[in-house]
């Protein structure tokens, strides 16, 4: 199976797309890519207003629910301009770590009601996963950055990732998201969220999959660089600071 997905952060449809594409994860792979749906929205995020439905759309959504499925959240009081959360994603795209950086965003705001479209926001929870993620790049690689100061990604390849994903939504007709590729078929909305359970049923796999913690820091093996110390801390900026026992 080829399943593909564009989706938003700010989409509650979306973020049951996220949970379930985890669980089809265990069987079949998922390439999941990211579109800023409103690029002209306030830096700053808009105010919920009644014209968002959230509180009529979460509630369809928990209709939709196959058994032991679960859609935790907490009514967000702003909608964010999501190019942080894109970008960042953008930047953990094809490493080790993409689906749990997913994860992550869709979490920040829906359960925890973080504003996704700060970068000093997303700064220290994508620092574990970045630092995981396996990439080349220096800024990912050693300090854990995925997004820079003005909500750009920080590499060259992150930034045509997002341009090159937008243009393929935008060839779909900029579809209501999450917009779901599989089997020759092209779904949108609360179709392509029902889809996605569909394929849940038919492959067999637990809806409700455990998952580790996308907040954990690589392991440490010895004395890690004085550079990433200086920067992050963690268990050894102490050590450092006294100097080696004598």
């Known amino acids: 199976?080829?399943?593909?997905?564009?989706?938003?952060?700010?989409?509650?449809?979306?973020?049951?797309?996220?949970?379930?594409?985890?669980?089809?994860?265990?069987?079949?792979a998922v390439d999941?890519?990211?579109?800023?749906?409103?690029?002209?929205?306030?830096?700053s995020g808009v105010p919920v207003s009644e014209s968002e439905q959230l509180p009529a759309r979460l509630a369809a959504l928990e209709q939709l629910l196959l058994p032991r499925e679960q859609l935790p959240w907490r009514?967000?009081?702003?909608?964010?301009?999501?190019?942080?959360?894109?970008s960042a994603y953008a930047e953990a795209h094809g490493t080790r770590v993409d689906a749990e950086v997913r994860r992550l965003l869709f979490d920040l705001y829906w359960r925890d009601g973080a504003d996704i479209g700060s970068p000093t926001v997303l700064r220290t929870p994508l620092t574990g996963p970045m630092l995981r993620s396996g990439a080349d790049a220096d800024p990912l690689r050693q300090f854990g950055y995925a997004v820079g100061p003005h909500?750009?990604?920080?590499?060259?390849?992150?930034?045509?990732?997002?341009?090159?994903?937008?243009?393929?939504?935008q060839q779909l007709g900029g579809a209501e998201l999450p917009v779901v590729?599989?089997?020759?078929?092209?779904?949108?909305?609360?179709d392509a969220v029902r889809r996605l359970g569909k394929e849940i049923a038919r492959l067999g796999?637990?809806?409700?999959?455990?998952?580790?913690?996308?907040l954990r820091y690589p392991a440490l093996d010895g004395n890690p660089p004085l550079s990433?110390?200086?920067?992050?801390?963690?268990?050894?900026?102490?050590?450092?600071?006294?100097?080696?026992?004598?």
Not at 32 to 43: I, N
Not at 181 to 190: E, I, P, R, Y
Not at 206 to 212: F, G, H, Q, S, T
Request: net charge positive; charged share 20%; aromatic share 10%.
């Open 75 to 86: 009514l967000p009081t702003v909608v964010p301009k999501t190019q942080a959360a894109v």
């Open 205 to 214: 796999v637990d809806v409700a999959p455990v998952l580790a913690d996308p």
């Open 151 to 169: 909500r750009e990604p920080i590499t060259t390849g992150a930034h045509r990732r997002i341009q090159a994903w937008r243009g393929q939504w």
């Open 32 to 43: 999941w890519r990211a579109v800023e749906q409103y690029p002209r929205r306030p830096v």
């Open 181 to 190: 590729l599989v089997d020759g078929a092209t779904l949108t909305g609360l």
């Open 228 to 246: 990433w110390v200086s920067q992050i801390g963690g268990e050894w900026l102490h050590r450092y600071r006294i100097g080696a026992p004598s």
């Open 1 to 28: 199976m080829n399943l593909v997905i564009y989706a938003d952060f700010s989409g509650p449809e979306c973020y049951l797309a996220s949970r379930r594409a985890d669980a089809i994860a265990a069987a079949a």
